[in-house]
Nanobody, 127 residues
Framework: QVQLVESGGGLVQAGGFLRLSCAAS????????MGWFRQAPWKARECVAA????????YYADSVKGRFTISRDDAKNAVYLQMDSLKPGDTAVYYC????????????????????WGQGTQVTVSS
């Protein structure tokens, strides 16, 4: 099991940007595929971005494509979500998630596929 701690959320005006960070404990981070999810009030948790364990394969939800960028730094046991051109519709609690996998080239977009979750960080975008 790995512990995940998100940071970087906050209040920003529409058009602004934020960079979320997720720090992971443990020595097996390189064996984890990573994902960023968000959940707005009264809505289901959705995957906004996912990163394969290695090999540089990515997924982005259509709603964030071209505005959000996921990256990881295995040397720092960290994954990041750069969020640009933010919109009020991006307002949600954002969660980092990790999945142990031997597959280096797959990313995962289903919440039930992930093993470990962070506590979440609030992102609020004002109009």
């Amino acid at each position: 099991q790995v512990q995940l701690v998100e940071s970087g959320g906050g209040l920003v005006q529409a058009g602004g940007f934020l960079r979320l960070s997720c720090a992971a404990s443990g020595r097996t981070f390189s064996m984890k595929a990573m994902g960023w999810f968000r959940q707005a009030p009264w809505k289901a948790r959705e995957c906004v971005a996912a990163h394969s364990r290695s090999g540089g394969r990515f997924y982005y939800a259509d709603s964030v494509k071209g505005r959000f960028t996921i990256s990881r730094d295995d040397a720092k046991n960290a994954v990041y979500l750069q969020m640009d051109s933010l919109k009020p519709g991006d307002t949600a609690v954002y969660y980092c998630a990790a999945k142990w996998t031997f597959s280096s080239d797959y990313y995962y977009v289903g919440a039930n596929e992930y093993d470990d979750w962070g506590q979440g960080t609030q992102v609020t975008v004002s109009s």
